[in-house]
């Protein structure tokens, strides 16, 4: 009896600490301080730009703990945009992403190894195409201060390859294997609550 | 020669729009089905879809030439049965609606991000309506639906022009492959 009254007093107790001590931030995705970019070699010659256009997320910040840190982002998947009408067609059908099937991507962090100097590295899960991968990125603090309209900013980058192959697109094959390894560049910043 | 239409008979004009506009949606339908298809890596999958597109304002412009025409001749009389020629009326007038929906569908896919559709390497026609969201997936799927749709409707009036010459024995069929007065049919 006095177990199940004191119970979750304690857990909300310690969830407060822990609240406490991190962070939360919300990416700033209204005022679009947030980029999803990839790029892809087009036969081996150029590369090939793109970008999500529509995403969400949110993340913790524990300075005294980083480990703590936790990242979490979704990817509206027929919101690509390469800049091109007929081939983010071809990239949303059923040949490539198949967004009707798969309209969202996830990314769910569980570790965040500090490095010292504003770096470290972020893994995680990754979903894309129902198809769940462990990813890594390489991140840096680009910057963390009060910005001029009352509120408390906090932004990162981070850089990851993903492989084509692992997505099972059904032409992917077609890009050649100068397209297997897609370069993926992101830039978020987070509005303190 | 016989330049204009008259009551009972079409003239070369006609005729040869006809004809032209006849050839070009069967090719644009089955060049845009095969285009489609295609490998990324097909020696035409770059050319295939600028034949199409350059093709496609061939056809509006000799939509428009075609309209043109046709307010300014008198239209032949249609044949057959009352409900024949009513159908028959109908049908035209959906294949002159069908026509511009469709160029005017394919144009969306392709200007949907605000870049130029290329008419070969003539010229351009700039984009006016884009960044829609999902506009070339809707516009897409518009142009296939109305290109199915006019593909069906030609066969049913290809059918039927057949119908009038080898059942009712009328001209309808030779009239539009000969301008001015038909020959007179000896076996009717």
Redesign the interface.
């Known amino acids: 009896m006095m177990l199940t009254k004191i119970l979750p007093a304690f857990v909300l107790f310690a969830a407060l600490a822990v609240a406490q001590a991190s962070e939360y931030y919300v990416i700033d995705t209204k005022g679009m301080h947030a980029f999803v970019t990839f790029k892809v070699k087009h036969l081996g010659f150029s590369w090939m730009e793109g970008r999500f256009d529509r995403f969400s997320g949110d993340f913790t910040y524990d300075q005294e703990n980083p480990a703590n840190n936790r990242v979490r982002v979704e990817i509206d998947m027929a919101s690509i945009d390469t800049n091109h009408a007929e081939r983010d067609k071809h990239l949303r059908s059923e040949r490539f992403f198949d967004v009707q099937r798969f309209p969202k991507a996830t990314f769910l962090s569980h570790t965040w190894k500090d490095l010292g100097g504003g770096r470290a590295r972020l893994e995680g899960h990754l979903t894309m195409r129902g198809i769940t991968r462990p990813v890594a990125l390489d991140v840096h603090e680009v910057g963390a201060g009060k910005d001029p309209w009352g509120g408390f900013r906090r932004g990162f980058a981070g850089t990851t390859v993903l492989h084509l192959s692992d997505y099972k697109m059904k032409e992917a094959f077609v890009l050649g294997p100068a397209a297997e390894d897609i370069r993926i560049w992101v830039s978020i910043e987070g509005v303190r609550q | 020669m016989h330049w204009r239409n008259d009551p009972t008979h079409y003239g070369l004009v006609s005729i040869l729009l006809h004809w032209l506009m006849a050839a070009l949606i069967v090719g644009l339908f089955a060049l845009g089905k095969y285009m489609v298809g295609l490998?990324?890596?097909h020696p035409w999958y770059l050319v295939a879809?600028d034949l199409h597109r350059g093709l496609g304002v061939v056809l509006a412009l000799l939509w428009v030439s075609r309209l043109i025409w046709r307010l300014a001749n008198p239209r032949p009389e249609i044949l057959g049965r009352p409900w024949e020629r009513r159908l028959a009326l109908w049908v035209q007038r959906v294949f002159y609606v069908l026509i511009p929906a469709l160029a005017l569908s394919g144009y969306l896919?392709?200007?949907?991000?605000g870049?130029p559709l290329w008419v070969f390497g003539w010229g351009r026609i700039p984009a006016t309506l884009?960044g829609i969201a999902?506009?070339?997936?809707i516009a897409?799927r518009v142009h296939e639906w109305l290109a199915d749709g006019l593909i069906a409707l030609a066969g049913l009036h290809a059918l039927a022009a057949l119908k009038h010459h080898f059942i009712d024995h009328d001209s309808s069929l030779r009239r539009m492959l000969r301008p001015g007065q038909p020959p007179p049919r000896s076996d009717s």
């Open positions: 490998d990324y890596s879809p896919i392709t200007t949907a991000q870049q884009y999902h506009q070339e997936d897409g």
